[in-house]
């Protein structure tokens, strides 16, 4: 199984070129998904991406589990925070 940089310098070498070069000073990915879902192993799935994300691409995450009560009015929330 391929490490999470391994992953990331892969990826950017094969996008070299492709793309427009733009620098940013900062990234900050947010990832969510269901505090309550039958999805076995989402956590860990969501934990992996989280530090492809931050080891490989030095991106900044905010994660944020739906919850099932109130979960729009909860999300809007957190999504209104997050761009804030």
């Known amino acids: 199984m391929l490490d999470s940089l391994?992953?990331?310098?892969?990826?950017?070498?094969?996008?070299?070129?492709?793309?427009?070069?733009t620098e940013y000073r900062k990234v900050t990915a947010c990832l969510l998904y269901w505090l309550e879902n039958d999805l076995k192993g989402c956590t860990a799935e969501v934990d992996k991406l989280r530090r492809l994300l931050e080891d490989g691409f030095e991106f900044s995450t905010y994660t944020f589990q739906i919850p099932n009560e109130r979960s729009e009015a909860n999300l809007h929330k957190e999504l209104a925070s997050f761009v804030a």
């Open 6 to 21: 391994t992953i990331a310098h892969d990826f950017n070498r094969h996008i070299s070129g492709s793309l427009p070069r």
